[in-house]
Nanobody, 123 residues
């Protein structure tokens, strides 16, 4: 059983930056592909970014490509999401998720989820 805990959310002005972190415990972190998803009020959860077990492979939603960067440190059991040039439409609860083997962009494929961290971008 893998436990995931996100941190780093907060309130930021449009154009600003935030760095989200997700710390994993209870499993072999390098065995899991990692993903970030977000859910805005009244909307469905959507894919943001994902990374392979080794870190060599990544995927991004078109809406964040060029602004967000996913990274991981397998030695520290952490995955990060660096968010730059934030926009009000990035406001959401952000969740990290883990799945065995290959990363995907589908939330239903992920087995383990954190509790989420809130990001609010003011205009």
């Amino acid at each position: 059983q893998v436990q995931l805990v996100e941190s780093g959310g907060g309130l930021v002005q449009a154009g600003g930056s935030l760095r989200l972190s997700c710390e994993a415990s209870g499993g072999t972190f390098s065995s899991y592909a990692m993903g970030w998803f977000r859910q805005a009020p009244g909307k469905e959860r959507e894919f943001v970014a994902a990374m392979s077990r080794s870190g060599a492979g990544t995927a991004y939603a078109d809406s964040v490509k060029g602004r967000f960067t996913i990274s991981r440190d397998n030695a520290k059991n952490t995955v990060h999401l660096q968010m730059n040039s934030l926009k009000p439409e990035d406001t959401a609860d952000y969740y990290c998720a883990a799945k065995r083997k290959v990363y995907t962009v589908r939330a239903n494929d992920y087995e383990y989820w954190g509790q989420g961290t809130q990001v609010t971008v003011s205009s």
